[in-house]
């Protein structure tokens, strides 16, 4: 947050040009840096909870690092998604105890390991090749206060793979599941449980999955009322909702 | 069949212009009978296995009539799919005991019910509202000589349903499962039982089901490897590739 | 729930046939009627927290109203949704006190308004289009125990609109959020809340918004991290999710 | 399968806590292995009459060489598709006799060479290009326990390159014709046989065959009503179900 | 065309304004009328060797007599197409002789019955249902001076059918060939024949056919050299170029 | 705008709570009026330059009315776009003089008829089944100041038309084109004229056309840089961008 | 062809096994060698006017010069379409005089440069972009006995370019039009013109352009009623057709 | 401009063979030199107000600077987007001073740094990886004689970013919004000003964005009237209207 701007904002309220409320709102609101490149927004973490995180598909290793170095003060865990063992080199150089999940492409910051979740969150796959999806949802609830706990390789094929786990979902708070080809797990795990299931489709597939659109379309359709779906791939996406559902208010 | 070709034929076999080999492919390829609209196949009863059924979408009543008249009187078992109580009608006035079956807006004329088949075909539905496609497939069955086992509305979003019927799908020779919206009931169907399994696309749901489309791409990239598709609504041709997966050699 | 299945399995309990959890599995998943056309699944409320809703686009009148006659003894909240007048007409023979709601062209009887929620839900809408739609979320949280306020017409292109509503916005648990065209009020809200916002896609507009899909794709592709998607015009799903996500535990 | 869940099972079945049924079922479920990033199914084969296959695609080759050493020990026949030949240099370690198919890109374990088909497969293809789709079909065929007979080259442009196979063709039990740009070839294929025709698009084009796109909808059109469609290149799963078709009961 | 703009060109080829070459273009360009909301092309017949033909669909009874009247006092032969029997009423007010063809729906005005072309065109289609677009097609090559022989419901599926007219298709100077579902037949054709054959897709099918799109990507991919694709259901278009591909020079 | 809102500004102004800037924004942005199913949008006037216009298509009769109503007080020009006769009666209660064009199915109330344009604003139509199309972004520019020239039926297939109109559309300040089908003519409009170019592609074709998408397509991908592209059949916007490239600041 | 093939044929005919039609087809129809991966179509020439191409694309080198060898000592003249240089090395080994055109990434061998046109073949592209595409039409027109004249880089957004070129294009007797992006240049060419004209899109271009897929849609829908259109990029093809077009009878 | 083409049409002018307005088109319309593989047009400047831009993507190195030197010693002012280092190289040995601009990939030359325009063009961006499409309008303006101001980063799910920059926006003539993923911002941006917006899609997201289509999509349904849209990526175009927008008449 830039000073001058913060002084002005109080200047003004001081002298009556500005009220309370709109001071309030000014400060809450203005309070993101401008690094030429980037808009950095502190004020995301009081309006939704969590600070930035830094998708890192199209950014420059300079420009994620300068985004990093701003967010990495004043924020106890950070992320780094869809990045690169390269940056992450440059990253440890700014801030020595990140952490490299090479399944998810991910960086962690993670000094803040507290529960702040009403319960669990099970993140299942359909598939082994799922796995780095699903871990990106993982390590976000991880980051944002959650107990999460993996079932993975449990898809429809074999039924009995993710009705043996029905107890474990049963007692969780919120369901992440992520399928690629078809895309049906999210269905039968939503028919088993009484809480949201938030379908993660992944590009795992070839020929008609078109990519991850295939299990999308499914998803969207599902015959389960309890289902909500997120984009192909998105991780991030998934794990970040399933915070704001666990959280306790 | 045109008799004055069939004697050409059969006088250039006997004047030694033809072999008999190639006589005989003649006499068996030319079995159509051209009546201006269209070339009625009487072939393909030998060729295939069962005769022509007639497509009654895009033909007037009169086209089905012509038709009708020309199949009727060499076959036992004869079908009209996608046509109008209209048409039945008037087949009426044809052939008095022919059916019509409602949900699957079918005439079927069935005089020859013998048991052709090594097993029975079980042909499941996720829906309700799939049972119009569902019922085509199986009247198509029992018109080509199977027993036929129905299992209604047993979609993965109450999985305990399909796994009730487990017993009655391990024992079937093939299994026809219809579904529309996300299409997933083919994989658990796949997964439960060792004989191929026809997924049927059905253009139930809205939105993202695109009239069928997500519910054919789920079906196509199923992880179950027993399945087979075929296109959004063909009842008709599920049953007609089970039968022919059934029948006694 | 069948009576000779129910004895069959306690029967089973007491000679020592079956264990207790599992007898106890097989009587909550059995749970459901076979009415020919329908498996009625009574075991549904206890399994995800509401009785089964009646979907009623490709169900006959007489299917519809013969599986209401079989919720409506067992639970005080049902739903029939995407009717028609006609059909509210016959199941007012059957309860008289069933609602007809026009715009979402709904049936809902509702005999216990007990709030379950932790907090309120709000329902927002783009345009005076996407009303129909938004009133289907709307009626299904308050069917499913929850507080709900409607947010009409507050599209992106009067920002201000959105923006005045943000008190409220960010006094609820969840967000709902139904836009058509370009489908950007998720976005918006979504990063003015921090809570989870559901994107509902309206089939509003025209051309390339090709039914629904351009507002589908939008809100699939939000960059707020707290939206989740359901499938066009599916007002019930993203009532139902909504209402889950309120829940108190 | 893990030897304390099955004594579990055991002693509960031996002390009345479970009945026969149910330890039988819990047995033949529960026969997976979990090692972590997969649970390797060796109950599919009693389910599906074949052990479980290796897609190798977007599995490490750890993993692959992981689910391996547990499946060889097991099934006499172990297949590993869309995999390289550095995968491959690692089995061989595992395994010395596993064979290499470059077209196919298939590793393939052949110990049990017994047949236990009805008749022969057919496999055709469209073009010389359509070879290595058609060749993944063909090892699983034989794999599978059928003898199997390649049709390589003879598309529709030049139409007596098929028709001078049809007494081959005639004599199959089940035929797998693969095709990529337009995919006309089953249409043709299964207007000459009375068998079931499994179609398989192979994204072999360019342009508007849009990676086998076209063919696909070809042939789920097909005007012959005794053809079902695979995925695009799905090679393997064309030769499972045709296994399964010709499968001797 | 306009008296005066004339008279002011060729004042001013006298003048000496302009030279003959340019005053020859301007008066073969300027042919047109406008009459509001249509300019009649009566130079098209010059450009193209046919005068303009009326394109019915989207136009009102009112533009569609309002062209027509201007074009059937210049042209012997004058076609409307995609029009129905009200138009026809009002067309035979204006000229009497005009024939209304059903299956094509389709006006025409036959005065000159010349005979234009090298040699003749086929007109074949898949099936009976594409017999309407096919008639379109047949009935303007015959309106544009060319002798038509037809060939209906010849479809791959009974290749025989097709191969039996084996010596006609390769006696015709261009084959025009009417597939709708997979689109196969053009590829067939193509391979019989040593002439320019014109794929004409039609929107003949039911689900994954999508309106005619299968046929007409099935035919852009032909593997047959020497077929080229006109738009779905364009019967007219196929007609015509048809027709320039047969005229004597 | 609501009364004690305004009050409530002005006192905080007034006691110092809000400063001047703020209080205008607040007026400014707060001047819609709440009507239930709708907000107002009084304010777009200032902030865009041209009230609200309804946009029929999907609102009921009565709330179209609703809405009209408020704005006919304000606002001298008054449009109504997609929408019926039927309304336009209830319209005429309401307000007399209400125009009533057929083809653009627009209501228009036009009171101030200033010229508030740098130039002319052509617009162009490539057939006659165009120009509902054509008209609605015509009828809009004259809503808004604008002079308009029209020119109808000058599609590509005949160059000249479009040719003998160059003087013409070089001497606008703002071209908008409308064509359906291949949708070329705003390419040879855009390489004819230096002021921009709005492509208007509207729905008019058949098969492959996908209801205006080919004709998007094509716009979008124009090889004339002056080219921009509004959405399929959206007469309005093109009008109402015309407008304020052509606004005298 | 197989010698002993012909024999028995022969000798068939001889005894009168065989009548002298059938024996004329089946030599004529058995004419190709099968060399294991393809089946060489000598055939082709007789049937088609010219020998089977080799479209090289999906082709491993050895497949190609296998089938060149072939080709190369019974037909003057040789394409192989979509190489590379490597395989042009490999290809200059067994005939030395084969040329190597660039942009086309085509082997030619021209040994016959006889004339056997009625008359011209215009190939024109819209951009420089696309000459590669036009190459390829152009050098297979070549080869297949035309002359012809090339036009490049005259766009419509420039229309004076390809009116200049208006003398050259009426006196062909058939034209290429090669276009990417929005493929409007048939269009207008097909207006210029009384002869068939030959779109040929192009996968030029990007974003919306959707690898030609805009192109192809365009010239699908030209208004210009004398257009036929290829696969995208499918100067062969193109070419191919123009050369039939061309042939004197 | 080719010497004898002037003097001829010169000559025919005094010869009184042309009149003057002919020989003025001509002289325009004739003005552009071919160099074989590219007619380069000189006399688009005087048309369109600007001289030939190069578009580098699918133009080898050669073309480009061939293109080159025919441009630069003609105007002030030259562009080449899409393009490499590489070329950049060899564009210096051609003009020393030619700039090379990193994120656009666009050599650009400018010497006339006059300004041209009513008022200043915006250029926004909704994040930071859609800078470098932003980046190609922003210069192209600049080089067409526009003041530019950037505003980046300033996407909708932190509304306050782009509302901080009301002020600005509302003092521009135009502006420019480049977003990719769900493409919300040009919809808010349209409503916060009464100038147009020119929407630039750009290929930035993954999953369901489809490289850029889902963005595409949201802007053409946009629910502000004055926004219109050019293709995905196309910052060039974008910035080109924006010129001619702000152009002094």
């Known amino acids: 947050m830039n000073t001058e701007d913060l002084k002005k904002i109080l200047s003004d309220l001081k002298s009556g040009e500005l009220g309370e409320t709109e001071a309030a709102t000014r400060i809450q ?33 300079e420009q994620i690092c300068g985004i990093f170095e701003k967010l990495v003060h004043r924020s106890p865990n950070v992320l780094i998604t869809r990045t690169t063992p390269e940056v992450y ?21 993670m000094r803040d390991t507290g529960d702040l979740g009403m319960g669990e969150v099970s993140v299942c796959t359909a598939g082994t090749s ?18 999460v706990q993996r079932i993975w390789d449990a898809g429809v094929a074999g039924i009995h793979r993710i ?9 969780s708070r919120v369901v992440i599941v992520a399928a690629g080809m078809e895309g049906a797990l999210p269905s039968v795990v939503g028919g088993l449980v009484a809480v949201p299931v938030i379908a993660l489709p992944t590009s795992i597939g070839y020929g008609a999955s078109f990519n991850g659109l295939a299990a999308l379309l499914g998803m969207l359709n599902s015959c389960a009322s ?14 970040f909702v399933a915070s704001l559902i666990n959280r306790k208010s």
């Not at 840096?33 to 199209?58: K, L, M, N, T």
């Not at 796995?131 to 107990?147: D, K, Y």
């Not at 997120?230 to 996406?237: L, S, T």
């Open 163 to 171: 009705l043996g786990e029905r107890q474990r979902l049963q007692n």
């Open 130 to 147: 799922d796995i780095p999806v699903a871990e990106e949802a993982a390590l976000t609830c991880e980051a944002m206060g959650n107990r």
């Open 226 to 239: 309890n289902v909500t779906v997120v984009n192909i791939d998105n991780g991030f996406g998934a794990g």
């Open 89 to 109: 080199g440059q990253i440890r150089n700014i801030y020595t105890d990140a952490e490299w999940h090479e399944p998810a492409k991910m960086i962690r910051v």
């Open 29 to 61: 609101n203005l309070s993101y840096e401008e690094i030429g490149y980037a808009r950095v927004d502190h004020g995301r973490a009081s309006r939704q909870g969590f600070p930035e995180v830094i998708f890192g598909q199209g950014k420059t290793a």
